[in-house]
């Protein structure tokens, strides 16, 4: 399709120009006409007679109505569109800390995304995963970002008018800086620097530095969540024991005096400070919440709190929360999350179920700045390309007084991605399987387990078994087919993402009883059958297994940095071998040249207790480390 914009659109072409592929356009004096103004207000969005108008305030209300355009061209809807923005920052936190560190290639789809659905912020979470070129092992092998690369995800997202946002940690989560020799000096706990030490500051000071000079704007996020063991550690012998509130604040205020200097306005999670208030500045438990008018007066003045909640249901939780973060002296930033970690694929029912009561508690309470974290816990075993649906979730909400149509989130979502919302949100039915509650509130993820333990050992087995195991094996085969459909309609990147999902599912469908018929061939003494296992089944299984391997190898090496792939190639690497040692284990026990198998002699527990009662039956299991064994994979 041809457009011709007519009005004042400089500022806007190079945006254009970068999404003219996505959506099919070019722009061309012979096109349809579209009338373009800047001017305080709503967004109207105006298909009349063959000719087009837009109008906007910011630059990202100008992509977020293109988009809104194209669809009423396309549907030849004539009419006005009017949207009233719902906050002023909205958009995203991606994770890349935990192993897969994003690519510019994927940094840019993920922007070109956001614009479309009028979403303006943009934080990356680094850990450690960007360069102080004066701490050579501060992200060393970890994929770290350069400053050269930090400016030119700025500079690609200013084109949007999306601000990209510093989310470093200067407190806690350090685990990976502070592992080697040079850093150690500057540990508290293992993953907490040493308040109080010089050279801590002189760290924080690099850090900041880094984010003034890469990125455009003033703001940054100075983390200091779930720094839980603060001043408990090497703090405690140095200084002897201190009421951490003190500790605390000691420290903001130290970390506040290099953010002044660079004139940086920070935010900062505010979980610390409601756990530590709790103690009391005396050392006392206070009444209630803990946030008393004199508490409140020692916390340092100048930083914006981030009020993280992903858990709760209802909307009157999220509003009893945000009115305890109001006590602080201001509005708090919220971030909710779209659930991708700790998983092997994307849990959109709770995300679903989460999301809209929190945002609509910020807009019933009037908070002006909102986002979406996209964990990575445990390695990163989701690709971020699946948070998009969730984003789009937040987009809506940003332009909506009230709730959300959800068929309204799915034409968005075409629009905005060129992709099927129906396709991805059959990801969610990874985990959401027989004998799981409707949404998948508890946040099973049979996925992971099934596909990460082991044939011989068999850690869950004693959650499938039964008609259970049946009916997973028989869900997992027809999700194969259903994402085969998906994958032959996705384009571009997102069709590495279906790959995957196809081969993971054919090999639940073959592995989710593998343990459970080697056992019940043995315990029967039925030799036959465990040839047939030790020769058929397991081979083909491992088969299937390195085809997975193969297409999630594909799409982290498109989308990520290769740092980080490794462990997932260790932990693949580790099913493999063990299936080829539960087919050396069976053929010699076929063949006599072993008695007995004592790990299939051994009885099987659950790996979770069900408790409440009506907590989903496949059971959880979110750690790798504590699927594959119940020995150690790494103890001193």
Not at 132 to 160: C, V
Not at 324 to 337: C, E, V
Not at 427 to 452: A, Q, R
């Amino acid at each position: 399709m041809k457009i011709h914009f007519q009005g004042d659109i400089d500022g806007l072409l190079s945006g254009l120009h970068e999404l003219q592929g996505q959506l099919g356009i070019e722009i061309d004096l012979s096109g349809v006409s579209v009338t373009v103004e800047q001017a305080a207000g709503d967004i109207q969005v105006t298909w009349q007679e063959g000719r087009g108008a837009i109008r906007y305030e910011e630059p990202i209300h100008f992509f977020r109505a293109l988009g809104l355009l194209l669809e009423q061209i396309r549907e030849d809807k004539e009419g006005t569109i009017t949207e009233t923005p719902q906050f002023s920052y909205n958009g995203t936190m991606i994770d890349a800390s935990r192993n897969a560190v994003p690519n510019m290639s994927l940094v840019k789809q993920m922007l070109r995304a956001m614009a479309l659905m009028g979403l303006n912020g943009f934080m990356l979470y680094t850990e450690d995963t960007y360069e102080i070129k004066e701490r050579p092992y501060f992200g060393y092998m970890r994929g770290r970002y350069t400053q050269e690369e930090l400016r030119e995800i700025d500079d690609y997202a200013q084109q949007f008018g999306i601000e990209v946002v510093a989310c470093i940690q200067t407190l806690g989560h350090l685990a990976h800086a502070l592992k080697w020799d040079p850093m150690m000096e500057l540990r508290d706990a293992e993953d907490i620097l040493l308040v109080g030490y010089e050279d801590t500051y002189v760290l924080i000071e690099q850090m900041v530095k880094v984010a003034a000079e890469s990125l455009r704007t003033k703001r940054i996020h100075i983390g200091m969540d779930e720094a839980f063991a603060l001043g408990l550690g090497r703090y405690l012998i140095k200084n002897g024991f201190r009421h951490r509130f003190d500790i605390m604040n000691e420290h903001l205020g130290r970390v506040l005096e290099i953010t002044d200097r660079y004139g940086m306005k920070p935010m900062m999670w505010s979980d610390m400070y409601f756990h530590l208030l709790k103690e009391g500045t005396d050392g006392q438990e206070i009444e209630g919440d803990g946030i008393s008018a004199d508490a409140v007066a020692q916390i340092p003045k100048g930083v914006d709190f981030v009020y993280w909640d992903y858990y709760a249901t209802e909307q009157r939780s999220y509003e009893i929360n945000i009115e305890r973060h109001q006590k602080l002296g201001s509005d708090p930033i919220f971030a909710g999350g779209v659930w991708i970690w700790g998983i092997m694929s994307p849990n959109y029912g709770k995300t679903w179920h989460n999301t809209n009561p929190a945002l609509m508690a910020c807009k019933k309470h009037g908070l002006r700045e909102v986002f979406a974290t996209a964990w990575g816990d445990n390695g990163q075993e989701t690709n971020h390309l699946t948070m998009l649906p969730g984003l789009q979730l937040f987009a809506e909400h940003g332009y909506t007084a009230g709730e959300v149509d959800q068929e309204r989130i799915k034409a968005r979502f075409a629009t905005c991605t060129g992709q099927s919302f129906d396709d991805y949100w059959e990801l969610t039915y990874m985990d959401e399987t027989p004998g799981v509650t409707k949404d998948n509130m508890h946040s099973s993820n049979s996925s992971k387990f099934l596909l990460w333990q082991d044939t011989m050992i068999g850690l869950y087995d004693k959650h499938v078994e039964g008609k259970l195991g049946e009916q997973l094996a028989e869900h997992y085969a027809k999700m194969a087919v259903r994402l085969q459909d998906a994958y032959e309609q996705a384009t571009g990147d997102h069709r590495l993402i279906f790959d995957l999902y196809v081969k993971l599912s054919a090999v639940l469908a073959k592995k989710t009883t593998l343990g459970l018929q080697v056992t019940q061939a043995y315990q029967s003494k039925d030799k036959e059958a465990m040839e047939e296992l030790a020769t058929t089944l397991i081979p083909h299984v491992r088969e299937l297994v390195d085809r997975a391997r193969k297409a999630h190898r594909k799409l982290w090496m498109t989308t990520n940095k290769p740092f980080g792939w490794e462990v997932m190639d260790i932990r693949y690497g580790g099913v493999l071998a063990r299936l080829q040692s539960a087919e050396d284990r069976l053929t010699d026990w076929v063949e006599g040249q072993i008695e007995r198998m004592e790990e299939l002699e051994a009885e099987r527990l659950p790996f979770l207790f069900q408790s409440p009662p009506e907590t989903d039956v496949v059971g959880q299991g979110h750690f790798y480390h504590r699927i594959v064994t119940a020995s150690g994979l790494s103890l001193i």
